[in-house]
């Protein structure tokens, strides 16, 4: 089964500093897909990035980037420049290339931003 | 921007009554999710639909709950006899092909009591 651990339920970083959050997730899969999301106190799900496994290069979009380790099944999200706007609560996600939708998510970080 | 549209924002019902949470997936969107996250917990997937029938669900998706697109824009996700355990924000997505990112709604607020 495919799980996803996310071993920060907290973390915070001073404004404009980099943050890395971490994620780790099991799979028996060669292809599949990695996602981070963002969630803010409205709740809502959004896309911060995606990473195909097939590709060896780093997802990059604006100040988020990833850094996905294949070999150890890790996939951290770095935030540069971290903005107020960045406290969230933030989610890894994993999905099967293959077959079926579905997505698993890990718990979730909680990011705080300090002015 | 499409965007997945979801009413209502919060619903409050009555343990054992039926609820009916609306969505509108992005317009070109072939496949139709839903998810839910109990307050502290993980996103968890319900159900996936596609071509008019269920393609996927989760061990959480049983009898009380169904899936329908009764038009050509609408999915709805019904809870026939709502627990206590259903409050948690509903979540509905789509994506535009199979393994493509999903777009989630804002999410609809279930507090059963």
């Known amino acids: 089964a495919q799980t996803v651990t996310q071993s920060q339920p907290e973390m915070s970083v001073q404004e404009a500093e980099t943050v890395t959050l971490s994620c780790t997730y099991d799979t028996s899969e060669s292809d599949y897909y990695l996602f981070w999301y963002k969630q803010p106190p409205s709740r809502q799900m959004i896309l911060v990035i995606r990473q195909e496994a097939y590709k060896q290069q780093n997802a990059t979009e604006n100040r988020f980037s990833v850094n996905f380790q294949k070999a150890a099944k890790s996939f951290s999200l770095k935030i540069s420049d971290s903005q107020l706007g960045d406290a969230a609560m933030y989610f890894c996600?994993?999905?099967?290339?293959?077959?079926?939708?579905?997505?698993?998510f890990g718990t979730g970080t909680s990011l705080t931003v300090i002015p | 921007e499409p965007e997945v549209t979801q009413t209502p924002s919060h619903q409050v019902t009555q343990m054992g009554q039926e609820v009916i949470l609306r969505c509108v997936p992005i317009?070109?969107?072939?496949?139709f999710y839903w998810y839910r996250q109990i307050l502290g917990q993980k996103v968890e997937f319900l159900v996936s639909f596609y071509n008019n029938e269920i393609s996927e669900k989760s061990e959480i998706f049983d009898d009380q709950f169904s899936v329908e697109r009764p038009d050509g824009s609408n999915f709805t996700l019904k809870i026939r006899s709502t627990k206590l355990e259903d409050s948690a924000m509903y979540f509905c997505?789509?994506?535009?092909?199979?393994?493509?990112?999903?777009?989630f709604g804002e999410g609809s607020w279930l507090t059963v009591v």
């Open positions: 997505a789509s994506s535009a092909r199979a393994g493509n990112t999903i777009y």
């Open positions: 996600a994993y999905r099967r290339s293959s077959t079926g939708n579905q997505f698993y």
């Open positions: 317009s070109n969107h072939l496949y």
